[in-house]
């Protein structure tokens, strides 16, 4: 094994938490801002890069150029490590940003390689390798909702995914086929054939109200799916806002806007 062998349980319904079990010298590496807390013993330390021992081995340059790559993901160039120094057991918890589920993922079932949506990594045990995965197709890197550019997680240990929502996984057989909003696209296993296509029908692209694209995934491979994007949530939180002009009297009222008007909030 090259990861860390670490221990987890996850906490918790909508707003989620993942707490990781550390023996003495085992480390986990997380995204900044995750961090929930910590036992005494537990020290934290910010890396230069994912800390693993592929990047350890590439040398300086090897660093810069993993910790370049993550910056194109939209990510920091420094990832944080907690490494349990003292003795016995110890235990650091990571939270999820928003409502959803932690998803956990040994790379070992999985072919050691699991792609991704940019922000669904939480963290993982230090040996798991976090890069960027490049479109090679036009199609899904105009249309897709994630661009060009996916995460990646490599190598044989267990990482966590955070996504919205209920989150369910799909196992595809070979050649099963499985159409997916772009943005409830959480990640897959590196076998799945991944493309995008255009809502087919005149009337389904202008008036359907479900965008003009959506993900086309074909077996055989596993694919999680979320049922509540954070662009979604923001949308709908940003749309309410300006529709109740930040919580006017007729919200949650049957008369609604009507209301307003009647109390003189609309003129």
Not at 33 to 44: L, N, P, T
Not at 80 to 86: D, L, R, V, Y
Not at 123 to 141: N, P
Not at 232 to 261: C, I, M
Request: proline share 2%.
């Amino acid at each position: 094994m090259n990861a860390h062998e670490i221990d987890f349980q996850i906490f918790g319904e909508e707003m989620q938490y993942v707490e990781i079990e550390l023996d003495p010298y085992e480390t986990v590496i997380a995204e900044a801002g995750s961090f929930m807390m910590m036992d005494d013993s537990i020290e934290m330390a910010t890396i230069f890069g994912d800390g693993s021992h592929r990047e350890e081995n590439s040398g300086l340059w090897g660093k810069v150029l993993s910790a370049g790559k993550r910056l194109i993901t939209g990510e920091s160039l420094f990832m944080t490590a907690f490494t349990h120094a003292g003795t016995g057991k110890k235990r650091v918890s990571f939270a999820s940003p928003y409502p959803g589920r932690i998803i956990p993922l040994d790379l070992s079932e999985h072919g050691g390689k699991v792609i991704c949506q940019k922000d669904a990594f939480l963290c993982a045990a230090k040996g798991v390798s976090v890069g960027i995965e490049f479109s090679k197709r036009l199609g899904r890197g105009f249309f897709g909702g994630e661009g060009f550019i996916m995460q990646k997680l490599e190598g044989d240990g267990l990482s966590f995914l955070h996504a919205g929502g209920t989150v369910t996984r799909k196992e595809l057989a070979i050649g099963e086929t499985l159409r997916v909003d772009t943005g409830c696209l959480v990640g897959f296993t590196q076998d799945v054939d991944y493309d995008i296509e255009m809502v087919r029908g005149v009337r389904n692209a202008i008036f359907g109200g479900e965008g003009l694209f959506y993900a086309r995934l074909q077996g055989p491979g596993s694919v999680w799916v979320q049922s509540l994007p954070f662009s979604r949530l923001a949308d709908r939180v940003l749309r309410a806002s300006k529709h109740y002009g930040g919580g006017k009297k007729g919200e949650g009222s049957v008369l609604g806007g009507l209301g307003d008007l009647l109390d003189g909030d609309g003129w």
